[in-house]
Structures are given as structure tokens and as C-alpha cells.
């Protein structure tokens, strides 16, 4: 049974071809049961409209990226999986099979690499192990979430990435950039940890893939920006 993680995506934007959701054709007329999380939405939606995340030729390569960008630029991630697709080694079983020193080579942009190609082969490992793609689309959500967590390397933020983005779940990926956007609006207490504001727009966002992919994608994008 072929893994529908290497399939080719057909959706491609502006900046080149993207696995998730495509827009629709108009705003949703609600993206939260929460009129201020609404509203912030909105916001950011009007200042840099639709974000097509996220950026990657494959499920499987959105998984790829969602480990190497941990802890460095996307700048740099993209970079090493541009190395990858020029070395042919976005699959799991050719990174498994690959030589170890090209293999670092190749991650070298993403820095870190050693500790990256350890925590890549790990889940290149668990992923060919448990079925491919499926074994993230088919198990409830928490039960997905939780065989993530148990891959080395692979912390909340990237799991919920991974699920959100390559397995088109209802996933909401928590960071940084988030969690100061709901402080600055008044929305959540400062020091609230990352694992409860995940829970709260968890809660209140409407059950649409299409919002949950541009929550996290238009909150990076405005944290960049500096807003």
C-alpha cells in the first residue's frame, strides 16, 4: 500500500507549492466562538491575508521541515530541505538508508546538524514503523499526538505541526508568537504556559481545518513582522 505522506501536493501559491488547505473563495464568518480571539483573527487576516501553509512538496516533507526549524530560522530549514531534494533524500527509507555523512551535509544549514540528523532518523524510523501518513490521519487526535511525543526530538509545538499541517487534523500548534499576540490582547494571563494556551484557543476556534491551519500561520507572520 503506497503512503499517501509521499504523494505529491497539488496546491501551489505565489511562493511555490504548499500542502494544506487551500483558501476559500471569501473569509469564514467566524473564525472563533470568542469575540476578542475573532476578532485578532480578523485583524491579522485583513493585514496579510491568506498564509497557503504549509510550505513543502509532500506531507512527509512538512514533517521534515517541522523538525529541522526547530531552534533556527525557517531560512535555514528551507535551505537543508532544498539539499535533501537535491540528494534525493525526502523519504524515510532513503534517510534511513543514506550515508551518515552526507546526510549531515546536507542538514549542515539548519545548524545543529548532528543532533538534527539523530532526531530526524528517529522519526524517519517511528514514521516508516507505524504505517506512513496514516498513523497520523486515522487514530483520534490525542492518541496521534501522544505516539508523536514519544519520538525523540519531537516536542508539542512540532507534533502539533506535523498533525495540523501534513495530517490535516484539527491541531492547534502553540508557540511563541501566539501565545504573545493573546497576552497583548488581553486574552490570557502573561506567564500562561504554552500547553494551556492551547487549550484555550483549542476550545474556541470554529471547527474549520482551513482556520486552524492560518491560526498559526498568521500569527508567525505578524510576530515577524513585529506586531
Known amino acids: ?7 505529491p ?24 466562538h470568542d469575540e476578542r480571539l475573532d476578532a485578532l483573527l480578523r485583524e491579522l487576516f485583513a493585514a496579510h491575508g491568506p498564509q497557503r501553509w504549509w510550505p513543502a512538496r509532500t506531507p512527509y516533507e512538512v514533517c521534515v521541515g517541522a523538525l529541522l526549524v526547530q531552534h533556527t530560522t525557517w531560512r535555514g530549514a528551507e535551505r537543508a530541505l532544498a539539499n535533501l531534494r537535491a540528494a534525493r533524500l525526502l523519504s524515510p527509507a532513503r534517510q534511513l538508508a543514506a550515508d551518515a555523512g552526507a546526510l549531515g551535509r546536507a542538514l549542515r544549514p539548519s545548524g545543529t546538524w548532528r543532533l538534527k540528523r539523530a532526531r530526524l532518523l528517529a522519526f ?31 516536542g508539542p509545538e512540532t507534533a502539533d505541526a506535523m498533525l495540523c499541517y501534513a495530517a490535516a487534523r484539527h491541531a492547534v500548534v502553540m508557540d511563541v508568537y501566539a501565545r504573545r499576540l493573546l497576552v497583548s490582547r488581553g486574552l490570557v494571563p502573561a ?6 494556551c492551547r487549550a484555550f484557543v483549542a476550545e474556541r476556534l470554529v471547527r474549520s481545518q482551513w482556520v486552524h491551519e492560518e491560526f498559526h500561520a498568521l500569527c508567525v507572520r505578524a510576530g515577524r513582522a513585529g506586531r
Open 124 to 154: 524517519a524510523d517511528w514514521y516508516r514503523a507505524a504505517g506512513g501518513l496514516r498513523a497520523l490521519t486515522e487514530p483520534p487526535l490525542e492518541r496521534a499526538r501522544t505516539a508523536l511525543l514519544g519520538v525523540p526530538g519531537v
Open 1 to 7: 500500500m503506497s503512503d499517501p505522506g509521499l504523494a
Open 191 to 196: 506567564g500562561l504556559d504554552l500547553a494551556r
Open 9 to 32: 501536493t497539488p496546491w501551489r501559491g505565489p511562493e511555490g507549492p504548499f500542502v494544506g488547505t487551500p483558501p476559500p473563495a471569501r473569509a469564514p464568518r467566524r473564525w472563533a
